[in-house]
Every structure is written in structure tokens, then in C-alpha cells.
């Protein structure tokens, strides 16, 4: 599985972003992560393979938005109502086992980032 993350950039407080990850291969539950300058990676949000099932981390719920598109073998992060906190570098994931959503060791394959910068 190659996953290519994209349509990160820079927008201002209060803007909007949507990220989309590419899959080739066999498609699984899937997951966005995000890395901020001098933190461990963290857990944003997850769907299941149908996109029946969502998960989101409490920092972005109410904001963010995970769906996905099988016949296109693509997910994608909404991402409303930015703030300076949001800024990081964005991650997808595949999750062949299906569990361990918010759980990074869990996911199997990963993209390779796309940034996010939120300006105030």
C-alpha cells in the first residue's frame, strides 16, 4: 500500500483546509495524524474501511471532518475553524488490523506528510 498526501499549506486563523490521501493497493481503515514542531506525533482522526465508523481525537472534534471515497481510493480531512494549535505536519495512514484506531503502532503504512501552517 503507497499512500500521497496532499493540500496542506498556509491559511489563516479561523480558515479552512482539506487534506487528501491517496491510496494504491488494497484499502483498509484509515487515519490522519499530525506532528508539531518539538512534539510527538498525535492521533487526529480515523474511519473504517465502509466509512460507517469515525473517530476523532477531542482536540478536533466539532471542527474536523474524516470521510473517505472507495472508488477513488481516497480519504480526505476537512479541517474548519483553524487555529495556530492545528499547525503541524499532517500524516495518513492504513490500519490493515482494523483496531487501535487512535493508536499510532497500530497503522501499518504511512504517507509521507503534507504541512499545515495556521496563521494568527
Known amino acids: 500500500v503507497q499512500l500521497q498526501a496532499s493540500g496542506g499549506g498556509l491559511v489563516q486563523a479561523g480558515g479552512s483546509l482539506r487534506l487528501s490521501c491517496a491510496a494504491s493497493?488494497?484499502?483498509?481503515?484509515m487515519g490522519w495524524f499530525r506532528q508539531a514542531p518539538g512534539k510527538e506525533r498525535e492521533f487526529v482522526a480515523a474511519?473504517?474501511?465502509?466509512?460507517?465508523?469515525?473517530y476523532y481525537a477531542d482536540s478536533v472534534k466539532g471542527r474536523f471532518t474524516i470521510s473517505r471515497d472507495n472508488a477513488k481510493n481516497t480519504v480526505y480531512l476537512q479541517m474548519n475553524s483553524l487555529n495556530s494549535e492545528d499547525t503541524a505536519v499532517y500524516y495518513c495512514?492504513?490500519?490493515?488490523?482494523?483496531?487501535?484506531?487512535?493508536?499510532?503502532?497500530?497503522?501499518?503504512?504511512w504517507g509521507q506528510g503534507t504541512q499545515v501552517t495556521v496563521s494568527s
Open positions: 474511519i473504517s474501511w465502509s466509512g460507517g465508523m469515525t
Open positions: 495512514a492504513a490500519n490493515s488490523g482494523g483496531r487501535g484506531w487512535g493508536t499510532e503502532s497500530r497503522y501499518d503504512y
Open positions: 493497493g488494497r484499502t483498509y481503515a
